[in-house]
């Protein structure tokens, strides 16, 4: 009987496991446990939230199989120790409860530390706090420091296969080659922990896929292009965390859109294939009207068609917006009845069937070794480390 179950799933992974070609992850972020950031530590529920679980259930009813969740680098690990191994295990639990909804579902969660590569002030973010790893301010952490918080995360959720994580929210004005020391860091801290899970690799300049291949800041910052082909993942499990926005000075602030879409996304698309590369487009947004819509479906219809792309999540969802002009929040997001159902939703049915379980990965390394791990996340457990 044992075997008989065993050999039904093994079946229905090899039916699930996607072909290259393919969208492996597809949903929305959900937005909140960064709000309010002047608030420290803030109360849940009142200044910050992660999710809305019948939110949560709307959208993996809709075939989505993928969440990113963010959260304030501050909350999880307070001013008063710093950054590192010591967490608020009020926020952490309040954190850990929003992923294991999703992911006990059998979804991704994408964990998002939402902090712009600084910490120690995050009141006017994107522009305050130090940045982390800068040895000219006394005040910043370190990439140490960093690499130790994610050391402890990732051991936190060690034995969950359906995690993401997310290594940095949007980098900026700052040398790229700094980014690359800081997620090198934070990728050799993960995976000598023993965590094997998908991790998303942030390049400088707002993670901009549009800008990819130029210079990212005024100080003449580096090319992502030029400096990223250092990154080294023992377990080749990664893909480069990118964003993309699309009004006129690309900051997604702006209710009208360009018809930039897929232009803007040829030069990053080429890096990628040129360099044998993948990348996950975890934030993109746009308004709702009649541009908006034709610039995201090039987007999407895009990364559809370029294997280089192995997913996305749309920005956003989120219990707290209100009415926020880029909320698709059911039954409350300005967008809930425009963009999902006019847009996203028919790409998400497209896609179905979707991995729903499984360990978290870049690609599928064979047939047989994709159906051991879509596997392994079915009945919950995990390859040795």
Not at 17 to 32: D, L, Q, R
Not at 139 to 166: C, H, K, M, Y
Not at 252 to 278: F, Q
Request: with cysteine; aromatic share 10%; net charge negative.
């Amino acid at each position: 009987m044992l075997f008989s179950r065993a050999a039904s799933l093994v079946l229905a992974a090899l039916q699930t496991v996607p072909s290259a070609a393919e969208i492996i992850f597809a949903g929305v972020n959900s937005a909140g446990g960064e709000f309010a950031q002047q608030i420290l530590p803030g109360a849940f529920g009142t200044d910050y939230r992660f999710i809305n679980e019948s939110a949560i259930d709307f959208f993996l009813n809709a075939g989505v199989n993928t969440i990113r969740v963010t959260f304030l680098l501050e909350r999880m690990c307070p001013l008063e120790t710093g950054l590192g191994s010591t967490f608020n295990e009020t926020y952490f639990g309040e954190f850990e409860k929003a992923v294991n909804y999703i992911t006990m579902q059998g979804a991704y969660a994408v964990l998002d530390a939402h902090n712009y590569m600084r910490y120690n002030d995050p009141s006017m973010q994107p522009q305050s706090g130090s940045i982390i790893g800068d040895s000219s301010d006394p005040q910043a952490a370190t990439a140490e420091d960093l690499a130790e918080f994610w050391s402890e995360l990732s051991t936190r959720f060690l034995s969950n296969p359906n995690v993401i994580f997310g290594i940095m929210n949007e980098p900026h004005d700052m040398p790229t080659e700094l980014v690359l020391a800081n997620d090198q860091a934070v990728i050799n801290a993960i995976r000598s922990a023993g965590a094997q899970q998908l991790i998303l690799v942030p390049g400088n300049g707002f993670a901009g896929a549009q800008r990819w291949l130029n210079e990212t800041c005024d100080q003449g910052c580096t090319p992502n292009a030029e400096v990223m082909t250092a990154i080294q993942d023992p377990e080749n499990n990664f893909a480069f965390d990118m964003h993309l926005y699309f009004d006129n000075d690309t900051s997604g602030t702006h209710e009208e859109c360009t018809l930039a879409a897929p232009n803007n996304l040829i030069p990053v698309t080429n890096w990628l294939a040129e360099n044998n590369y993948t990348a996950f487009l975890s934030e993109f947004g746009a308004g709702s009207t009649p541009t908006c819509s034709e610039t995201l479906n090039n987007t999407i219809n895009w990364m559809e068609d370029h294997s280089q792309f192995i997913g996305w999540t749309y920005w956003a969802a989120g219990p707290l917006w209100g009415d926020y002009f880029l909320s698709v929040e059911p039954g409350v997001g300005p967008q809930a009845n425009t963009t999902w159902p006019e847009v996203l939703e028919p790409h998400i049915r497209s896609y179905q069937p979707m991995q729903r379980c499984g360990v978290s990965s870049s690609g599928t390394n064979g047939v047989f070794d994709g159906a051991i791990k879509a596997l392994e996340g079915c009945l919950g457990l995990r390859l040795p480390a």
